[in-house]
Every structure is written in structure tokens, then in C-alpha cells.
């Protein structure tokens, strides 16, 4: 990945990073998958009004809303909620990392170079690490359901490579139409129809600020910048950025929650960012200098440059805002 697109992955994974314990300080008592749902209304509007849908196929869409944003904080809240600490919770919903590169290989034929499977070993090392110098005891049920949450990530990644959507932020704002409604269904049947109302005697200031925080910077920035990164580059070349989320977590959850780190997740986190040095750090094995020339330089909203010749809208004309611009990065000669 070029300067920019290495710069946008480090800001996604800070910024998910802190979604943790942003999460945790403001569910309090709020029905989890209705908080859920309120989050992905946010996302939608106004958002859907304003960007036009991606040019891929409604099950795309529809897959990628399914696995991606329903099935992974689906889980994921329900998990926390069910008593996985906010730390450990950004530590454990990573083994997408390991799962998305094996899926990618088996279903899109993404063989990941030595060099990434090695970083992405020391990371899987460094999450073993973590774990066990957590000390304590995490429910089972929680830990199973963070896992699950990770396994949805992982397809869902997989999803959106595949789909070669290049508008990010489009795909995330669409994929989204899935979520609100089924949750919301969902926590009525499980909690019962006193959940409304229970949802907003509860929902405060510290779950509206959660709200925009989850919302606006861990779904719209986020996952509009790491959907468009999927598609630029190798599943093996994106993903393991998301390995510094942990630190992350962890570090906040401890400066702001009191989730004191212990030695061994001290080291097990310098197991991880060594992992994500190792696994991004350019080898010899990349393209030659002819190659990078030869391969078009592709613009998100504009069109494509080649020999002199002008190509067509690799986005279909679905971008060209300036937020879309800001977040997308478009590249120029």
C-alpha cells in the first residue's frame, strides 16, 4: 500500500480501537440490540440520501450488511453486554485477522506471501499472549459470542473484496438497511414490547454521544475508508492493520475504565504490533518496478488514467463529494 492508504489504515484502526470502551460507557442499561439498531439508523439518515448506491449487485449489499454490520456487532454488543470486558472484547473479535486471510485464500484464491503469514502468526501469538495474561474469568457464553462476531467480520471482509465495490463509504451506508429493523424486531420478541419504552427511559446523554461516536467515526469513516482500502488491495495487505486495534482498546479501556493491563498483555500487545510490522513491511518478493508502472492508477470518483487515454469511472460515478473525496483519497499523477 502506497503512503496514504497505510496512513488511512493506522487512523481505522484507532479509531475502532477506542469504539470499544466508547461502547461500553454508553450502553448502560439500554436493550443491546436496540442500541444496535439506533447506531445503524444513524448511519442510514441521512447518510442514504446523499450517496448514490454502489455499483455492485443487491446481494452484495445485502451480504455484506448481513455479515459485516448485522452478524458482527450483533454479536458483539451482545457479548459485552453478556459481561466481555471492553479490552478484551477488542483483543478477541480480532482473530478475523487469522480467519479473513484463510477465507480469502480458500475462496478467492489470496495466497498471503511468507512475510504476511509470519506476521500474521506473531500476531495470532500475540492474541494467545494477551490472553492468557488476562487473568480472571470471562463468562463462556460471552467469549463464544465475541468469537462468532469475529467469524461474521471475517466472511463479511471476504464479501466486500470479492464485490470489488470501490466506493467504501457508499457500501457501508447501503449495507446497512439490513440491520435497524430485523434488531429491532429481534430485541422486541427477546425482551418483550415494554423494550421500547425501557430503551428510551434509558438512552442518556453518554449513549447519544456513543450513538454519533459508533455511527459517524467507527461505521461511516471506518468502514467507508476500510471497505475502499479491500478494494485497492489484497485481503493479506489490509487486514492485519486492524491487529493494532487491541493496543488500542486495551490502552483506553485501561486509562478510562480502570481495565488495569497485566504483564503478559503488555507483552502479548508488542507480540502484536510486531506482527503487524512484520506481516506490512514491503519484501522482496513485491512487484517490480515495471509492474507498479504498468498497473493503472485508478482515481475514486474520477476517471482513470491509462497511456493517455481516458478510462472509465472505476466508482460509476457514485463519488465525487468532498466528504467522499476526504475519505476515499482520491489519487492523482
Given at each position: 500500500m502506497n503512503r496514504r492508504d497505510t496512513l488511512l489504515a493506522a487512523l481505522v484502526a484507532t479509531i475502532w480501537g477506542f469504539n470499544f470502551v466508547v461502547i461500553d460507557w454508553g450502553m448502560g442499561e439500554v436493550p443491546p440490540l436496540l442500541?444496535?439498531?439506533?447506531?445503524?439508523?444513524?448511519?442510514?439518515?441521512?447518510?442514504?440520501f446523499l450517496i448514490p448506491r454502489p455499483r455492485v449487485p443487491w446481494r452484495t449489499i445485502l451480504a455484506v450488511g448481513a455479515f459485516m454490520s448485522l452478524g458482527q456487532f450483533g454479536f458483539l454488543y451482545v457479548s459485552m453486554?453478556?459481561?466481555?470486558?471492553?479490552?478484551?472484547?477488542?483483543?478477541?473479535?480480532?482473530t478475523q485477522v487469522v480467519l479473513t486471510i484463510v477465507i480469502a485464500a480458500l475462496v478467492l484464491g489470496?495466497?498471503?506471501?511468507?512475510r504476511q503469514s509470519l506476521g500474521v502468526l506473531l500476531g495470532a501469538v500475540g492474541l494467545g499472549v494477551v490472553a492468557v495474561g488476562r487473568g480472571g474469568h470471562v463468562p463462556l457464553l460471552a467469549l463464544g459470542l465475541c468469537l462468532i462476531a469475529a467469524l461474521m467480520?471475517?466472511?463479511?471482509?471476504?464479501?466486500?473484496?470479492?464485490?470489488?465495490?470501490?466506493?467504501g463509504l457508499a457500501l457501508t451506508v447501503w449495507s446497512a438497511l439490513v440491520v435497524p429493523v430485523p434488531l429491532a424486531l429481534l430485541s422486541v420478541l427477546l425482551d418483550g414490547p415494554g423494550v421500547l419504552a425501557e430503551a428510551a427511559a434509558a438512552f442518556d446523554g453518554h449513549a447519544a454521544v456513543s450513538t454519533l461516536y459508533t455511527a459517524v467515526l467507527a461505521s461511516l469513516v471506518g468502514y467507508g475508508i476500510f471497505n475502499?482500502?479491500?478494494?485497492?488491495?489484497?485481503?493479506?495487505?489490509?487486514?492485519p492493520w486492524v491487529l493494532l486495534v487491541p493496543p488500542v482498546s486495551m490502552g483506553s479501556a485501561w486509562l478510562l475504565l480502570g481495565e488495569r493491563?497485566?504483564?503478559?498483555?503488555?507483552?502479548g500487545g508488542a507480540v502484536l504490533v510486531l506482527g503487524v510490522l512484520v506481516a506490512l513491511r514491503p519484501g522482496a518478493a513485491g512487484r517490480s518496478r515495471a509492474e507498479r508502472a504498468?498497473?493503472?492508477?485508478?482515481?475514486?470518483?474520477?476517471?482513470?488514467?491509462e497511456g493517455g487515454q481516458r478510462g472509465p469511472d472505476p466508482a460509476g460515478g457514485e463519488v465525487g463529494g468532498p466528504l467522499l473525496d476526504l475519505l476515499e483519497g482520491a489519487e492523482r499523477r
Open positions: 442500541f444496535l439498531a439506533i447506531r445503524f439508523l444513524a448511519v442510514l439518515v441521512p447518510a442514504i453486554h453478556a459481561g466481555m470486558p471492553a479490552g478484551l472484547a477488542g483483543l478477541v473479535l480480532q489470496e495466497r498471503p506471501t511468507r467480520w471475517a466472511i463479511g471482509n471476504v464479501v466486500s473484496r470479492a464485490s470489488g465495490a470501490t466506493g475502499g482500502l479491500l478494494a485497492r488491495h489484497p485481503s493479506a495487505a489490509v487486514v493491563p497485566s504483564v503478559g498483555e503488555l507483552v504498468s498497473a493503472p492508477r485508478l482515481g475514486v470518483g474520477r476517471a482513470a488514467v
